[in-house]
Structures are given as C-alpha cells and as structure tokens.
C-alpha cells in the first residue's frame, strides 16, 4: 500500500517529531505544506528521508479558505495519476492537521480491506486526546496519551482515494454545504461503520491554551468577517476553564491492546 499524507505546518516544532514519526512508519510520502513557519519546523523535516516540504503563504495569518484549498488541491499535483508532480501513484491519501493522527491498530489491512470493498472515502471516529503534560520524547504519541474525549466534530473524512475530488467546509469538519456536496458524489462510498480514528492532540498539558493564543493572533480579515476561527477568539481564563475541563472528562480511549475503546 502507498499512502501519501499531507500536513498543515506553521511553527510546530514542539510537536512535529511525534507526528512525523507516526507517520512515516507506514506513509511512504509524507507532505508537509509549510506556511511560512519561522521556528525550527523546516529543519525537522531535514531529518526526514520520505518528508518533502512544499512551501506556501497567506500573508502571514490563519485563513480556514487558505487551508482548505491547500487540503483539496495539492495531493492532485503530487498523489495522483497524472499529477503535474507525481512520481509515485498513491492508493490512499491522508489530509490532515499537524496536530492529527489517523490511527486504527491494523490500518494498512484495514485500507487493503476497504480498497477490496471499492470504499473511497471511509467514515472515522473523532476523539480530543488529553493529557496534563506533554509526551516524552522518542515515544510514540499513540501509545504515550491513550486517554481522551469522543468529538464527533472530528469525525473528518481525512482519507480517500487519490483520484476522489475530495471537498471540504471551512475547518474541514463533518458538515456544510462543500461536504454534502462530497456526499453526493458519484464515486463517494463510505464504510458501513467508523472503524478508522483521527486522534486530534490539541488539550497535552498546556498546549490548547497557548496554541489557541497562536492561532487567535494570526486570524485573517477574511476570517474575521466571515466567523471562522470564532472559538479563538476567548480569552485566556476562558481558554484556560475550557483546557481544564477537558482535562477532567477524559477517559481511556485506547486500551493496553492498542483497540478503540469507545464507540
């Protein structure tokens, strides 16, 4: 199986070591699409043989539209046959944060099943992964944090077939007019049941706080008028009640086994 995956980057060299170390130990390519990042996030991806950076702008702010085009449009140029870009056809493609993980304990069989089964964009289970402090370093994140949060507003469909136009709402979650349109599509086909997870890992120790800071600083005008970003936009005692009350709920989502233990 060639899987390709594509990954939003600005400044996040704190947590891009974990991620990158999940993903090339089974993605063959992994793409980092870098917005301008001014820490040591580029250099990271140095260390990385499978890793190709792809370097694009938004005038140094947060633009959901911005994203978005990159998350629909660059794996055409590069994962696809007859991609301006191509020199390896992908047979799935993950578009995701640099803060989510697509996870399922036999992934690549599961994907051979799915392929098997003509499924081109497979449902997925949604989860906020917690922890009160940060993961240690040369440890696989999906085994250091197995405790989280069920966020059914994660459930992304944040793999497909490279050759599905996918298409995605600002923040590219499970709703709005783009994704009803994905659904409509003539070679949309989805998985019966959610097997597959994305383990988005946002609430580790004081991190939602101080990214949310990040992002909130960096809003563009277009977000602005528009809405999007809006829960950005808190202040930080409110951040912070939020992060503690993330905290508080968590419960284990993966067991010793390394299975989902929440529906």
């Not at 792809?54 to 660059?74: P, R, Y």
């Not at 197995?146 to 059914?152: K, L």
């Not at 995605?168 to 049941?193: I, L, V």
Request: glycine fraction near 6%.
């Amino acid at each position: 199986m060639k899987i390709h995956v594509y990954l939003l980057c600005f400044n996040e060299e704190k947590i891009l070591p974990f991620i990158l170390d999940y993903y090339t130990g089974f993605c063959s390519r992994v793409f980092v699409l870098d917005n301008e990042s001014t820490d040591a996030s580029v250099e990271i991806c140095k260390n990385y043989n499978s890793v190709t950076v792809i370097e694009w702008g938004s005038n140094n702010s947060f633009d959901d539209i911005s994203n978005l085009e990159m998350k629909v449009n660059t794996y055409k140029d590069y994962s696809r046959v007859g991609g301006k870009y191509t020199t390896e056809v992908a047979d799935w493609v993950i578009c995701a944060d640099m803060d989510e993980v697509i996870y399922h304990p036999a992934l690549i069989d599961l994907l051979k099943k799915y392929k098997r089964d003509g499924v081109t964009v497979p449902n997925i289970r949604g989860f906020n992964m917690v922890c009160n402090h940060w993961p240690s370093a040369g440890f696989n994140i999906t085994e250091s944090i197995r405790t989280g949060v069920r966020q059914p507003n994660f459930d992304k469909r944040a793999v497909f077939v490279p050759d599905f136009d996918i298409q995605y709402s600002p923040g590219c979650h499970p709703k709005g007019d783009a994704f009803k349109r994905m659904e409509e599509s003539p070679n949309y086909k989805t998985s019966d049941s959610k097997e597959i997870a994305l383990l988005h890992y946002k609430y580790l120790g004081d991190n939602f706080v101080r990214s949310a800071m990040k992002s909130k600083a960096r809003l563009s005008k277009r977000n602005l008028n528009c809405g999007f970003g809006s829960q950005y936009l808190k202040d930080e005692l409110e951040l912070i009640k939020i992060n503690k009350a993330m905290q508080e709920s968590a419960i284990q989502v993966i067991d010793d086994n390394g299975n989902i233990t929440v529906k």
